[in-house]
C-alpha cells in the first residue's frame, strides 16, 4: 500500500513490516461463502481498485457455482464515511436478503 499511497516513499517499502496479504487471504476463502464487497470511489486508503481486484479474485477462485459474491461502489463514498452513503444500507440488506433467501431455498429444497 506505501507505493499507492505514498509513491515518493515507495522505495523504503522494505521497512514496513505490517503484510496486508488480502489476495491471498480471500483465495483461501471456501467458495460457499457469501461475500460483500462495499467500496468507496474515493477512497484514500483502499483504492477501489485493490477492492475490485479482490472481488475478481474471489470469483475466480469460486469453484462452487452457486457461490453469492457481490461488489458495490459508492461514488461518493471515501474510506472513513462510505457507510453514510444514501445506499449504503440498502445495497448491504439487499445482500443479506439474497443470503437469507438462498440459505432457505436450499432447506427447502433437502
Known amino acids: 500500500m506505501l507505493p499507492v499511497l505514498m509513491p515518493a516513499l515507495g522505495k523504503f517499502k ?3 513490516k505490517d503484510k496486508w496479504r488480502s489476495e491471498v487471504n480471500v483465495a483461501k476463502i471456501p467458495a460457499t461463502t457469501p461475500l ?3 467500496s468507496g470511489a474515493l477512497d484514500e486508503i483502499v483504492p477501489p481498485e485493490h477492492m475490485k481486484q ?3 479474485i474471489s470469483t475466480s477462485s469460486s469453484s462452487a457455482p452457486d457461490a453469492k459474491r457481490t461488489f458495490v461502489l459508492f461514488e461518493n463514498g471515501h474510506h472513513n464515511d462510505t457507510w453514510t452513503q444514501p445506499t449504503y444500507r440498502k445495497a448491504l440488506r439487499e445482500f443479506v436478503d439474497s443470503v437469507v433467501i438462498s440459505y432457505r431455498e436450499k432447506l427447502n429444497h433437502s
Do not use: T
Open 14 to 16: 522494505f521497512l514496513v
Open 36 to 38: 460483500v464487497f462495499l
Open 54 to 56: 479482490l472481488y475478481e
